[in-house]
């Protein structure tokens, strides 16, 4: 088989990572749909929690200055 240009094999390379890519979405949100809804409802609001604990904390020391 020829050797194929370089363009050609960086394409090919950005094709496989796509399909990569897709395919672990698939499976997290496979994961993500089988999971209790009580289980992902705790994961939310935990997440959630966190995040606002975040935003206080960067606005409080915005304040400081």
Known sequence: MAELS???QIMLAEIA????DLERAREEDSKRTSE?????AAA???SST???AAST???DGAAQR
């Open 6 to 8: 370089e363009w050609l």
């Open 17 to 20: 990572r796509k399909r990569d």
């Open 36 to 40: 209790k809804p009580s289980d992902a």
């Open 44 to 46: 939310a609001r935990t």
């Open 50 to 52: 966190a995040r606002n």
């Open 57 to 59: 904390t960067r606005v």
